[in-house]
């Protein structure tokens, strides 16, 4: 065994070197800092034999642990006001520091509520006020057309939407014959409609609305988008809603801009899909418990004139053209509802209204003369915007043929409704609910154009020349009259036939299930297994309503078609559905045209 007795030298050695492992044993922060390791120190000492191995141990056995010294505080400054001017205080009482810490927090909870912080795991205040919405919808859709159909239907809306139709076939070689409606060739195809909204409630009794949907094109009773119509190119999107809504007083809401349809109605005379642009005032009263009434009137323009039309070639009252421009042809609808809601008991409900609806300046009007060769006349805005098919059309251009030969002069036109639409619209539903949720309802509709003038449409027969009024379309048979020339008497020639056109509608629908509206008007909301199923009848004559607002699914949509519609809808997750459809529709007016439609649906919604 080593000792350090008898050597000084080494003695001190080691009491220097036990000297600095103890400082460092207790100063871990100092060998931390300098990155020195005590114990590896005793080691070294014990392998050059200055001292001993148990000597060692020993001195880390009995070594002191010393926590680490904290940083040295800032020396407490001393009470007063400094040069800067701030106030030292070098003590606050209890209640004082109470008085201070109540105060933060009445500050803190004021800017709180004001900025719209949120409490741990809530969202912003802000958030809350506002409401995501949409759905999509993915659809499977056959035609099939009889096979004994005409193939008669000029397509009045691509006449329109073109360059004027030259209607002389006697015109010259370049004569191009009219587009028609497609009735005799069988159709399958796949749809998309995809919505997607927000609704923001900016005060109390305000709040906006925007919408995006699809769309094929911009009109205004569908956003389906047909999937592979342009290969596999990218579908638009359009500005389908975009509405600040105000509700000055409780159950009274006033709309403007683009908005959902406000009145009570059915697709008779209005499309599920469509919105209405302009201002609506709704209103609703309770009398009890078990009787409301309601109403709601607006206006909403239709279609606003061209700023420049006619600024190329429109005459002056001496028909001198001085490009100037021809007045306007803005058309508006107006209209009003008033309606009442009941619940005699429980189980029944009953619901009643009554509508007018008047569509200003939407019949068209023959111009002024105009030249075969002129751009643009009087009455080309009256040409409908958009439109489907059933109304009876008219010519819009007076045509003044070239005098060297009228015979082969073009006769370029346009086409316009040859009724006025002043709509009375009666509308009716009867609700029955059990206990557990089954119900039937039974609805029905009737429409009557106070505007119409049968007489007026319809003219007068003349020899020769059979039945001559205003109407191009919605005609019966032609008549057979022999043909004047003297060198062939035995030829005969056709003359239009009688206008057979009508103003009446109606339609009646049975409904039972568990939620009566699935995948109809309205909003709905649906679990697993709920389920609806209906059947209906509908007649609706050629002018009773405007076809281009009118159901785009019946028939081939718009007017002029009547017959029968079956189908169902099953909730297979929550607002989630499959819905089936089968409409078989034919013409009224007019040559035979027959169309079946069917349609298989996958919907969801959020």
């Known amino acids: 065994m080593n000792t350090t007795t008898g050597h000084p030298g080494r003695f001190k050695l080691a009491l220097m070197g036990c000297a600095a492992t103890a400082t460092l044993l207790a100063s871990p922060a100092l060998a931390q800092e300098r990155r020195v390791d005590g114990e590896k120190i005793l080691e070294l000492l014990v392998a050059r034999g200055v001292i001993s ?20 505080r800032a020396p407490i400054p001393q009470a007063g006001v400094g040069a800067d001017g701030t106030q030292t205080v070098t003590y606050v009482s209890p209640v004082v520091r109470e008085q201070i810490a109540q105060q933060v927090r009445a500050e803190l909870g004021t800017q709180a509520q004001t900025e719209g912080w949120s409490k741990p795991g809530e969202t912003p205040e802000w958030t809350r006020r506002i409401q995501l919405y949409g759905d999509v919808r993915v659809r499977g859709e056959m035609r099939r057309y009889d096979k004994d159909n005409a193939d008669i239907f000029w397509d009045y809306g691509k006449l329109n939407h073109g360059e004027p139709f030259n209607i002389n076939e006697l015109s010259g070689t370049d004569y191009v014959g009219a587009p028609f409606v497609n009735t005799l060739e069988n159709r399958n195809r796949f749809r998309l409609r995809a919505r997607l909204g927000v609704k923001a409630q900016i005060t109390d009794w305000i709040s906006a609305d925007i919408r995006l949907a699809t769309g094929a094109d911009n009109g205004p009773v569908s956003t389906n988008q047909t999937l592979g119509a342009d290969g596999t190119g990218k579908y638009q999107l359009w500005i389908d809603r975009a ?39 709704s209103a609703s009263a309770p009398v009890n418990d078990s009787f409301r009434l309601f109403g709601t009137a607006g206006a909403f323009p239709i279609f606003n004139t061209d700023l420049n039309f006619g600024t190329q070639n429109a005459g002056t009252e001496q028909n001198v053209r001085r490009g100037r421009p021809y007045p306007s042809q803005d058309r508006y609808l107006f209209a009003a509802q008033a309606g009442v809601e009941f619940k005699p008991t429980d189980e029944i409900g ?23 060769y002129e751009l643009v006349c009087s009455t080309d805005a009256l040409r409908p915007a958009f439109q489907q098919f059933g109304n009876t059309m008219t010519p819009l251009r007076d045509i003044v043929p070239n005098p060297i030969d009228p015979t082969i002069s073009p006769e370029p036109q346009y086409f316009g ?34 505007g ?8 007068t027969l003349q020899d020769g020349q059979g039945w001559v009024g205003t109407a191009l379309n919605n005609l019966g048979p032609d008549t057979l009259y022999p043909d004047p020339t003297e060198d062939e008497p035995d030829r005969t020639i056709s003359k239009p036939g009688r206008y057979e056109g009508g103003n009446q509608g109606w339609q009646a629908r049975l409904t039972v299930g568990t939620v009566l509206n699935l995948n109809l008007a309205g909003d709905w909301q649906a679990k697993r297994g709920d389920w609806n199923a209906y059947v209906a009848y509908r007649r609706l004559e050629s002018d009773a309503v405007l076809d281009a607002f009118a159901d785009s699914d019946f028939h081939i949509g718009g007017t002029n078609n009547r017959g029968w519609q079956i189908g169902g809808n099953y909730g297979i997750a929550k607002n989630t559905i499959i819905g089936l459809r089968w409409l078989s529709a034919e013409e009224i007016a007019s040559a035979p045209f027959s169309v079946d439609r069917g349609f298989i649906d996958l919907m969801t919604k959020f």
């Open 350 to 372: 009953v619901k009643l209204a009554g509508a007018y609806y008047h569509f200003d300046n939407v019949q068209g009007k023959l111009s002024d003369p105009c030249y075969y």
């Open 53 to 72: 191995k148990s000597d060692a141990d020993t001195i880390i056995s009995q070594a002191e642990v010393v926590e680490p010294q904290q940083q040295a």
């Open 417 to 450: 409704y040859a009724s006025k639409f002043e709509i009375l619209h009666v509308r009716g539903q009867l609700d029955y609910r059990t206990a557990s949720g089954f119900g039937v309802r039974l609805e029905g509709d009737y429409v009557r154009n106070l």
């Open 243 to 281: 509405s600040i809504r105000l509700t000055p007083t409780k159950d009274v809401n006033i709309d403007f801009g683009r908005f959902a349809n406000p009145f009570w109605s059915s697709d008779l005379i209005f499309d599920n899909d469509m919105n209405f642009d302009g201002v609506a005032v």
């Open 452 to 459: 119409w003038d049968g007489k007026a449409i319809r003219g």
